[in-house]
């Protein structure tokens, strides 16, 4: 059994920084792909960024250019950094992890950006 667990998330003023982390417990073998997803107040959940094991990226449109997405395969953690917060990027945000036959989700965590 995977378990995820985020951190990074908080209170930011716009035009501001914060890097997320996830960590899975258990083998970074089989994985396929990692995401970090994100889900505003009364909206369904989206995908922000990706990356495959293979090292491809890619990103929602109204993050590219602001958010970066990168692993550390040594401690199977996934980042997300993210610049240039506005106030549209308030969300919970959410690990995501593709296994062979298996998907698995963080908890979440709370990103607010203040205007």
């Known amino acids: 059994q995977v378990q995820l667990v985020e951190s990074g998330g908080g209170l930011v003023q716009a035009g501001g920084s914060l890097r997320l982390s996830c960590q899975a417990s258990?083998?970074?073998?089989?994985?396929?792909?990692r995401a970090w997803y994100r889900q505003a107040p009364g909206k369904q959940r989206e995908l922000v960024a990706g990356?495959?094991?293979?090292?491809?990226?890619n990103y929602a449109d109204s993050v590219k250019g602001r958010f970066t997405i990168s692993v550390d395969i040594a401690i199977n953690t996934v980042y997300l950094q993210m610049n240039s917060l506005t106030p549209e990027d308030t969300a919970i945000y959410y690990c995501?992890?593709?296994?062979?036959?298996?998907?698995?989700w963080g908890r979440g965590t709370q990103v607010t950006v203040s205007s």
């Open positions: 995501y992890l593709l296994k062979v036959g298996r998907t698995y």
């Open positions: 258990g083998s970074s073998n089989s994985v396929i792909r």
């Open positions: 990356i495959t094991s293979g090292g491809n990226t």
